[in-house]
């Protein structure tokens, strides 16, 4: 099965609004609201691995996937950087927490695409 061109396009849509909502629950003022121990982190992973699955199923070749995941990983620690600049705190579990989740996301990919028997259409 190749991936139609229009399927990966709507992909990388969906890509781009994830990363939106991704960036404004980065950076708006305060948290979340949830309690729990480590929801944070869970959070987080959940929104990296989100965004580099979605890549990693719109991308053309795995190369392009990794890259993709790795800019998320460098976008996320950005974030962490600005993030006092709005009235929120640097942690570094929480980036720790991003790369997680784009590596579970780009391997999720991954192993969909292997397991859908899908190849790339140039």
Not at 13 to 41: C, M, Q
Not at 68 to 77: D, R, S
Request: hydrophobic share 55%; with cysteine.
């Amino acid at each position: 099965m190749i991936v139609p061109r229009w399927v990966r396009m709507g992909l990388w849509g969906l890509f781009g609004v994830a990363a939106v909502v991704v960036t404004y629950y980065s950076l708006r003022p305060g948290n979340s609201g949830f309690t729990f121990l480590w929801s944070d982190k869970i959070q987080h992973a959940s929104a990296y691995a989100t965004l580099s699955g979605l890549a990693t199923l719109a991308a053309r070749t795995q190369r392009q996937a990794i890259q993709v995941a790795i800019g998320l990983a460098v976008l996320g620690f950005v974030f962490e950087c600005i993030q006092p600049s709005v009235g929120r705190s640097f942690d570094l579990l929480d980036e720790a927490a991003n790369i997680a989740g784009c590596a579970i996301g780009t391997f999720a990919g991954f192993m969909f695409l292997r397991i859908a028997g899908a190849r790339r259409a140039a």
